[in-house]
């Protein structure tokens, strides 16, 4: 019997692969080329499955070239590199990588904040450059991360794991928005208080972007969100590109409209807009929110199990779209 064969288009723990050649028959990018749209298109040729990261682009056309393709297992929780309504509509399967990375990517979304709120990479940049000849009362002052007001937008799974960290960690007053209001026995031990957007804007300390995209929510924050914002206020965003304008962005911390700012994540990163590199109280770290061993392992691992069950008549754990493994009736 031949076996199916897949694609694993990113570099990717070596023994993760190993795993899948259990299994399947595997084409692998170990050396992590970065492959153009079309690379990508000719390497799913007669693939059944494929790993895939949140870099990779599927649209309805590459479906269609691709009519073999049954499963597409992202590594990430985020999955708007993929159109999943034209992958349901052919049958295919999609699964992502949620909860394994939650605690990890919320850690990594408040040492932003902090960083941002106490100035901690402008003032080591300070540092390195030389320039640090003696101490002064007023040298990087920041705002205060405890008792301060934490502003989340997008209170899922990892929008609450940032909300217990600065509710129970540092006494931090919590107001959130998310298209609905979150049932009380998650609001009331983290003190939490569901409030309009621009609420959320105009009475935030800190606020923490952790929503998932969608084209709904492109530049949700733009000009007129930063001009609500406190001048004291930080904004980091730890969901996705494209959810804030970087360009109005960079623009509100070039003139201080806001104090700081922290971003994992970019529009059409990995690069940049120009303006952000310019200005010193931005914190730009590469998309590493979920990077600590143990969590880039367990999204690898969780993709690969949804990839071997979805393809060996198992149930995935962690599919999209479930809606594509019910049994067909015709
Ligand atoms: C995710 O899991 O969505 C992270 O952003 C990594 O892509």
Known sequence: MTRPAVLVARAVFPDVVERLRHHFDVEHNPDDEVWSA?????????????????????????LDAHPRLRVLANMAVGYNNIDVPACTARGVLVTNTPDVLTETTADFGFALMM?????????????????????RYDMFVGADVHGATLGILGMGRIGQAVARRGALGF????????????????EQPLGARWVDKDTLFRDA???????????????VVGERELALMKPTATLTNIARGGIV????????????????????????????????????????????????????????????????????????????NPEVLAPRRD
């Open 38 to 62: 079309d690379e990508l298109r000719r390497r799913l040729a007669g693939k059944s499955g494929a790993l895939l990261t949140a870099s990779e682009r599927i649209d309805a056309a590459l």
């Open 115 to 135: 960083a941002a709120a106490r100035r901690i990479a402008e003032s080591e940049h300070f540092l390195r450059a030389g320039r640090w000849t003696k101490w």
């Open 171 to 186: 006494g931090m007053p919590v107001i959130y928005h998310n298209r609905s209001r979150l049932p009380g026995e998650v």
């Open 205 to 219: 300390d800190h606020v923490v972007l952790v929503l998932p995209y969608s084209p709904a929510v492109h530049h």
């Open 245 to 320: 304008d970087d360009a109005a962005l960079a623009r509100a911390l070039a003139e201080r409209r806001i104090a700081a700012a922290a971003l994992d994540v970019f529009e059409g990163e990995p690069q940049l807009h120009p303006g952000l590199l310019e200005v010193p109280n931005v914190v730009l770290t590469p998309h590493i929110a979920s990077a600590s061993v143990a969590t880039r392992r367990a999204m690898a691992t969780l993709a690969a199990d949804n990839l071997i069950a979805a393809l060996t008549g198992a149930a995935p754990p962690t599919p999209v």
